[in-house]
């Protein structure tokens, strides 16, 4: 059993839209919607337009063509209005960027977001087919690509696990990247392989990258995130800060051991990537990333205390 549970769902992982499946087929159907319809049109480097609150700024679908293009994805229904994206070469400012503009989105907004990046992510990548190379052409309003025998290619997800790495009290390991400037640090994260489980990869990735031997990995939840096209599990594991780090794998360049009221001062000082890091030890990541809901949530865990059961002497 975890330790400790998310405070709430990551950023990415709250929306309940109508994905509307079976709409896909429906040719006929996904014509007569376009009239009324409305698209995110999203540039190749993944910016999409907004409004003045941050929030997604639809195309009218009528005024990007007649009828719904080869190249547009159906995202779903939102009570009576189809939504599509499609890859545009400019945008009209105003524009944002998932990593930090997300942030701003409604629960919604931010999950049609992530599917529309993520399946454009994907038709960028999957225009040749991996079997053979024959070229390959978009159905299903967007959710397959097939080849001319026929054999049809399905998006691709990859998924990943993410981590705190914590020492089953007070501190948590956390590292900083390359080319992250200090004092930005997050949690360990890394691929899983083929032939690994989530929990093995969680105790490799902790090795590789710290060189430090983790155990009882526990799941607590997961979080699409379409940079290109992951799936985020998220895991806390168990560590002793009295094993020496080491970097041997050299994806970090520096990793520490922080405490919980260390952790605290920088989620109170709202001290985050982005942010201003003078006089600040340490910044977490951004909201919209499940590393910061991993990190918040094992801080808060035991900090408030009438939320924890009182047994009766």
């Keep these: 059993m975890a330790s400790f549970e998310f405070r709430e769902p990551p950023l990415l992982s709250r929306a309940e839209f109508d994905r509307a499946d079976h709409l896909r087929d429906a040719a006929e159907r996904l014509a007569?919607?376009?009239?009324?319809?409305?698209?995110?049109?999203?540039?190749?480097?993944?910016?999409?337009?907004?409004?003045?609150?941050?929030?997604?700024?639809w195309a009218e679908a009528a005024g990007v063509g007649a009828q719904p293009p080869v190249d547009a994805v159906f995202l779903g229904v939102v009570g009576d209005t189809d939504l599509w994206a499609m890859r545009a070469g400019e945008l009209a400012e105003p524009v944002s960027d998932a990593r930090f503009g997300a942030a701003l989105l409604t629960a919604d907004e931010a999950g049609l977001l992530a599917t529309a990046l993520g399946m454009l992510n994907w038709h960028r990548a999957a225009a040749y087919s991996p079997s053979d190379g024959s070229l390959t052409t978009v159905a299903r309003a967007g959710w397959v690509r097939r080849r001319a025998d026929g054999a049809e290619e399905y998006p691709r997800t990859d998924p990943a696990v993410i981590m705190v790495v914590h020492d089953g009290a007070d501190r948590i390991l956390l590292g900083r990247q390359h080319a992250w400037p200090h004092p930005r640090f997050s949690t360990l994260a890394g691929f899983v392989e083929p032939g690994e489980s989530a929990e093995q990869c969680v105790i490799r990735e902790v090795a590789e990258e710290a060189g430090i031997v983790a155990s009882d990995p526990h799941y607590l939840g997961s979080q699409p995130w379409p940079?290109?096209?992951?799936?985020?599990?998220?895991?806390?594991?168990?560590?002793?800060?009295?094993?020496?780090?080491?970097?041997?794998?050299?994806?970090?360049?520096?990793?520490?051991?922080?405490?919980?009221?260390?952790?605290?001062?920088a989620l109170d000082r709202d001290a985050h990537w982005g942010g201003d890091p003078t006089g600040v030890a340490l910044m977490l990541p951004p909201s919209v990333s499940i590393a910061r809901t991993l990190i918040t949530s094992w801080a808060l865990a035991r900090t408030r205390v009438l939320e924890w059961p009182v047994w009766p002497l």
């Excluded at 049109?41 to 941050?54: F, K, N, Q, S, T």
């Excluded at 970097?247 to 520490?256: C, K, N, P, S, V």
């Design 227 to 265: 940079f290109p096209r992951s799936l985020m599990l998220g895991f806390e594991v168990v560590a002793d800060p009295a094993e020496p780090l080491t970097f041997d794998d050299g994806e970090l360049a520096d990793a520490r051991w922080f405490t919980r009221d260390e952790v605290c001062e």
């Design 32 to 57: 007569a919607g376009w009239e009324t319809a409305r698209v995110l049109l999203v540039d190749h480097a993944g910016r999409y337009p907004v409004d003045e609150r941050g929030g997604l700024r």
